[in-house]
C-alpha cells in the first residue's frame, strides 16, 4: 500500500459514541483513499482516548494520529487549529475532512485560513477527477436553490466539511487492522486564549433527526406555527421526531436543526409523513434514502406525490387533525385490551404487557415516570410498579391515563369498568367530606366530575384531625369566619370573600380559627 496518497479525517469524538458524523466521513475518505490506494488518517486530538481510537480502526481506518494531553481534553479551536496545523505542515495529506458539526465549521474555515487552501462546505457529494486526479465535491448554494460544482486548485491539502447524515457509515469490523501512532506535542498553554471555567453536558430529549426510525415533517403548507404543532404532535404520538422544510424554518415554526434537504439533514426513517410540503428537490435530496414516505397534500399534482410510496390529497391542516384524533383512539383502545388481558392473565398466573406498553407511550411523548406520575395524580413508584408489571392498577387508573395522554375512553370502557370508575369518584368525594357538616348544592350529580358543597366547620375544630389527598382539584371559598388551610407543609389564611384553587393530590387539611362557625363553598373536581 502507497503512502504518498492521504485523506485525513478530523475525529470528532464529543459525545462519542452516539454522534456517528465522524464515522460517516471516515467512510468517504476510506472510499477515496483506496480509489488511489492511499490511506485514510484519522487525527485524534485528547485525553484518554485509546478506546476511541481503536473504534476509528475498527471502522476503516488505517492510520490513528493521536496527541494525548490533558490540555485538549475540552475543545479550544485556537489550541486545535494551531496543532493540526502543524501536523499538516510535517506530514502533508492530500486531502482533509471535516464533519459538518457546529465544532468543524468553527475550525476548518481557521484551518484553511492558516494553510492558505480552498475549502468547501457542506458538500453532499465528493469524487477524484479520473483525468486531472483532483477532489470534485457537490454543494448547495443560495438557499439549496442550487447545487455547485467545486473543484480545487493545485494548492493542498483539498479541505471540505461533510453535512451530518448524507453518507453512510462503514460498519464496525473487529478484523479491519490498522495502526495507532502516538504524536508527542509540546502543547504551550499559551495558546489556549479562551479557558473553560465550567462545562455541562446539556441533556438532550431527543435522538438525531438523521437516527429517527419515525419522522413527522411539515412545510409551508401547514400555514402558520399554529398548523405546524400538528406536526410535533402527530410525531409524538408516533414517537418519532420533528422535521421541516427551509420555508417552515425561516417562518420559525421550528428551529434550524430540524431542517431537511441540501442545506439540512439527509434523513433515513424506516417511515417519513411529510405534510404540506411540495416536493421541491432542495428538500427531496434529503429524504431520499426513507423507507416509506406517507405524503399530505391538497395539491393533486406536487411533486412529492411522485416519489411517496402512498399520498393523501388533503388539507394538512385538515387531515392531521383527524389523523391525530384516530391514533389516539387506537392507542387508548390498545392499552385497555392489554389492561384486560393482564388482569386475566394476573387470574391464571400470566405475565402482563399492560406495563410495556404503558412505557412505550409514555417514552414516546418523552415523559418521565415522574412527569407521568405528576399527571395521573400517582406516584413515581407507582409509575414504575405499572410500566414493570409488577402490580395491576384499579380500573380508574385507566381514566387518569386518559387525560393525561389526552385520549377520550368512553369508546373503550365496558360497563363494568364504568361502574368501578363511577365507583372509585364517588368514594373520593366521600373520603373528602365525610367528617363534617355539609349540604351538596349540586343535587343529582353524585356520578359527576364535578360537585358543590357548602360546608360548616365548628368553632376552633378541624374538620379531620389528619391529612388526607385525592385525585382532582379543589376549590374553596371561605363566605364566613376564619380558615386556616394547610397544602404540604405551607399554611394559608383566608377570611370571608377569599378563595383559594389548588391539586387535590397536595396533602392538605382545614381548620377554624375563629369562635363562631367557619362556613365555606367546596367546589370539588374528581377525575
Known amino acids: 500500500m502507497a503512502d504518498d496518497f492521504q485523506v485525513w479525517v478530523f475525529g470528532d469524538h464529543r459525545n462519542f ?50 496527541i494525548n494531553h490533558p490540555l485538549l481534553a475540552n475543545y479550544q479551536v485556537d489550541l486545535f487549529t494551531s496543532t493540526i496545523c502543524d501536523l499538516i505542515h510535517e506530514h502533508g495529506p492530500d486531502i482533509f475532512l471535516l464533519g459538518g458539526s457546529d465544532f468543524g465549521r468553527e475550525l476548518a474555515p481557521r484551518m484553511a485560513k492558516r494553510l492558505k487552501v480552498g475549502l468547501c462546505a457542506d458538500c453532499i457529494e465528493l469524487e477524484l477527477d479520473s483525468e486531472t486526479g483532483k477532489l470534485t465535491a457537490s454543494s448547495p448554494a443560495f438557499g439549496g436553490s442550487v447545487v455547485a460544482r467545486i473543484a480545487w486548485s493545485e494548492s493542498r491539502p483539498w479541505m471540505a466539511t461533510i453535512s451530518p447524515g448524507i453518507f453512510n ?63 410535533r404532535e402527530l410525531a409524538m404520538m408516533l414517537g418519532g421526531e420533528v422535521g421541516a422544510t427551509r420555508p417552515a424554518v425561516d417562518e ?35 429524504i431520499k434514502e426513507a423507507e416509506t414516505i406517507v405524503a399530505v397534500n391538497r395539491d393533486p399534482h406536487a411533486f412529492i406525490f411522485q416519489i411517496a410510496d402512498l399520498g393523501v390529497v388533503a388539507d394538512a391542516n385538515s387531515f392531521l387533525p383527524a389523523l391525530i384524533a384516530e391514533i389516539k383512539r387506537h392507542q387508548f383502545q390498545e392499552i385497555t385490551e392489554l389492561y384486560r388481558a393482564g388482569r386475566i392473565q394476573e387470574e391464571i398466573g400470566g405475565d402482563s404487557t399492560f406495563g410495556r ?108 384531625i389528619v391529612e388526607y389527598k385525592h385525585p382532582g382539584e379543589e376549590f374553596v371559598y371561605v363566605m364566613s369566619g376564619e380558615l386556616e388551610i394547610t397544602l404540604g407543609s405551607k399554611a394559608y389564611h383566608l377570611k370571608p370573600g377569599e378563595t383559594i384553587h389548588f391539586n ?9 380559627l375563629c369562635e363562631e362557625k367557619c362556613e365555606l363553598i367546596v367546589v370539588l373536581y374528581t377525575p
Open 357 to 464: 406498553r404503558i412505557k412505550r407511550l409514555r417514552e414516546d411523548r418523552k415523559l418521565t415516570t415522574g412527569q407521568l406520575a405528576s399527571q395521573t395524580g400517582e406516584t413515581p413508584e407507582f409509575i414504575d410498579r405499572v410500566e414493570k408489571d409488577t402490580v395491576t392498577p384499579p380500573v380508574s387508573f385507566l381514566l387518569q391515563l386518559a387525560h393525561a395522554f389526552d385520549i377520550d375512553p368512553s369508546n373503550f370502557l365496558s360497563k363494568q369498568e364504568k361502574i368501578e370508575i363511577g365507583e372509585k369518584r364517588h368514594e373520593g368525594f366521600f373520603k373528602r367530606t365525610q367528617s363534617y357538616s355539609y349540604r351538596t348544592l349540586t343535587a343529582g350529580a353524585a356520578d359527576k366530575h364535578l360537585r358543590a358543597f357548602m360546608v360548616t366547620i365548628e368553632p376552633k375544630k378541624r374538620h379531620k
Open 252 to 286: 420559525h415554526w421550528t428551529s434550524h436543526d430540524n431542517l431537511i434537504g441540501q442545506t439540512g439533514k439527509s434523513i433515513k426513517p424506516r417511515l417519513l409523513i411529510t405534510c404540506g410540503t411540495s416536493g421541491a428537490i432542495q428538500y427531496t435530496a434529503g
Open 169 to 231: 457509515e462503514q460498519g464496525h469490523n473487529e478484523s479491519f487492522r490498522g495502526e495507532i501512532v502516538r504524536v508527542e506535542k509540546n502543547i504551550d498553554e499559551a495558546q489556549i486564549r479562551v479557558r473553560t471555567v465550567s462545562s455541562f453536558r446539556e441533556p438532550k430529549q431527543v435522538r438525531p433527526l438523521e437516527d429517527a426510525n419515525v419522522v413527522v415533517a411539515g412545510g409551508r403548507g401547514m400555514k402558520d406555527v399554529n398548523g405546524f404543532h400538528y406536526v
Open 504 to 512: 387535590s393530590e397536595t396533602k392538605h387539611r382545614l381548620r377554624n
Open 17 to 66: 459514541f452516539q454522534d456517528r458524523l465522524t464515522l460517516q466521513v471516515l467512510a468517504q475518505a476510506r472510499r477515496l483513499a483506496d480509489k488511489r490506494k492511499g490511506l485514510a488518517v484519522v487525527v485524534l486530538l485528547g485525553h484518554e482516548v485509546d478506546d476511541i481510537a481503536k473504534e476509528y480502526i475498527a471502522h476503516g481506518a488505517h492510520r490513528v494520529l493521536k
